[in-house]
DNA sequence: TCTGAACGTCAGTAATACTGACGATCAGAG
DNA sequence: CTCTGATCGTCAGTATTACTGACGTTCAGA
């Protein structure tokens, strides 16, 4: 079984491989789209998180995204070297930052909320808006458990 | 619409993280239920390549797993000091490769096939097997463009 | 007031994959 | 047959990403 030449046995069917050529291809699409706005598609889902939503300290904005701590650290570090967020302290508890988009914050994020559907819709484009729906659906139901 | 705060701007619902995360957790899952084997997730999709289809040299074996052929180096000096692999000159292209399973090489991908499906289902639990079919179908015909 | 925990930060580290270069080898032009 | 450009495997160097462990500051509860 496992030594037959059969077609389920090619590379390019494991499960594996698909999710992870696939992100690629999102990721170096949504790059290339949002590369005009100064941020790329680690920072736009930062930005996705403070552009709704209440205000929210950083370890919050790192939880909603399940990227470490530390992680977040650089990010917004790059983010407000560019004046898109801003940290400012939590004044009911002085360990957290609060961090907020700026005007500029918005105004990119507007624009890259637009780019980023361009980037995804080319790399949906090959699929029914049906099947691209329930890609997603199937996606989040892996993950909820 | 961008300042709006529906559902549809929480970041988990954003294909980029979705996909990541999936595939993070199907890696970490792959990754454990391979451990004893002394292999990891991406030593498996070389080794499937390798268990099934002609000898191919190294550059054939990176160009099916889509990886750069420098990095497929260091994938098979790992897999060739445990024993798994063996690389010998092809004889009608001296620059070439042929990189082969040996017998303890096929052994170890049988138990690594059973393996791995046992992580794959365990990721595609919550879901249907018609939605998993479903999912796989759908993100092939992404990446064939 | 003390103690343990949370938060942001930073240094160090590990994994991954890339670029650019090199020698050896091949194939085709002449 | 020779020369030239390309291919293949290799390696050094680099960039990215994300982690661990530690630290100081601050908080909450005993």
Redesign the pocket.
């Known amino acids: 079984m496992s030594t037959d030449n059969s077609a389920a046995a090619d590379p390019r069917d494991l499960l594996g491989y698909l999710l ?1 050529h696939a992100h690629l291809r999102l990721t170096a699409l949504t790059d290339a789209a949002l590369e005009h706005l100064g941020i ?3 920072d736009f889902g930062t930005l996705r998180v403070l552009a709704h939503g209440e205000p929210a ?4 904005v ?1 939880q909603k995204l399940s ?11 790059d983010l407000e070297r560019k004046g898109i967020v801003v ?1 400012r302290p ?1 004044p ?8 907020e988009l700026t005007d500029q914050g918005r105004r990119t994020f507007d624009a890259a909320e637009a780019a980023y559907q361009d980037a995804e819709n080319a790399l949906l484009a090959p699929v029914s808006p049906g099947a691209a729906d329930q890609l997603r659906r199937t996606l989040r139901d892996l993950l909820e458990h």
Do not use: C, G, Y
Request: proline share 0%; net charge positive; charged share 40%.
């Open positions: 992870k790329d598609s680690k300290s950083q370890l919050q790192a990227v470490d701590r530390t992680t977040m650290v650089a990010v917004l570090d940290r939590d009911t508890d002085r360990r957290r930052n609060i961090v």
